[in-house]
């Protein structure tokens, strides 16, 4: 059972637009939201996160956005730069320290 | 500062042999996480570890056993392993239980023949 979906498995833009990436959640638990980011053959990286007590935060060009009614949370990238280009994980967590992953999306900025 | 590091990288494997993989990290993190990658399905949560001397299971600890031997070390062991048990291994460390950034090791990859 998928905690935590990203229904979108790949997004292309063009460089300097605004790239938004989505995920749904369905634990109601859950009280802290991560992204991050992977390139080919090395493990993910930390890129923002977010407490569900806060329905923003930014980071430099990130920007994660919580909507707690709708289990919905997403990243926003501005302005999308080629070097953004890599697989994109949404995580979610609660305090049973387990946290579940999406799919990922493979997000591709194009000079 | 190394950071989580992983041992081997790459290892073949025919059905019913056993392995461990290796994890450590140097960043006195309390809890340590294994996980696989697998297409299509993200990272899914096999076991983790709260603690020095805790274990629990994930989402898909089938097939699979712990160690967490020190506050640095994190094994995984498959006993018999099966074709299913192809994939990217990667392992993790938090420093709390709730709060904070997992740090990610750069993955296993494991093919089972």
């Known amino acids: 059972d998928q905690q935590v979906k990203q229904n979108s498995p790949s997004l292309s833009v063009q460089e300097g637009r605004i790239s938004i990436l989505n995920c749904d959640y369905t634990?109601?638990?859950?009280?802290?939201f991560l992204w991050y980011k992977k390139y080919p053959a090395e493990g993910p990286t930390f890129l923002i996160s977010?407490?569900?007590?806060?329905d923003k935060n930014e980071d430099g060009r990130f920007t994660v956005f919580l909507n707690k009614s709708a289990k919905h949370l997403s990243l926003h990238i501005v302005p999308s730069q080629p070097g953004d280009s890599a697989v994109y994980f949404c995580?979610?967590?609660?305090?049973?320290?387990?946290?579940?992953f999406g799919a990922g999306t493979r997000l591709t900025v194009k000079p | 500062n190394a950071g989580v590091t992983q041992t081997p990288k790459f290892q073949v494997l025919k059905t019913g042999q056993s392995m461990t993989l290796q994890c450590a990290q140097d960043?006195?993190?309390?809890?340590m996480y294994w996980y696989r990658q697998d297409p299509g399905m993200g990272l899914r949560l096999i076991y983790y570890?709260?603690?020095?001397?805790?274990?629990d299971k994930g989402e898909v600890p089938n097939g699979y056993n712990v160690s967490r031997l020190n506050k640095r070390e994190f094994s995984l062991r498959l006993e018999s392993a099966a074709p299913s048990q192809t994939s990217v291994y990667f392992c993790?460390?938090?420093?709390?239980?709730?709060?904070?950034?997992?740090?990610f090791g750069p993955g296993t990859r494991l093919l089972v023949l």
């Open positions: 570890s709260a603690s020095e001397g805790t274990t």
């Open positions: 960043m006195n993190h309390n809890s």
């Open positions: 634990n109601s638990m859950f009280d802290y």
């Open positions: 977010i407490s569900s007590i806060k």
């Open positions: 995580a979610a967590s609660g305090n049973n320290n387990d946290m579940r």
């Open positions: 993790a460390s938090r420093q709390d239980t709730t709060w904070g950034t997992q740090y």
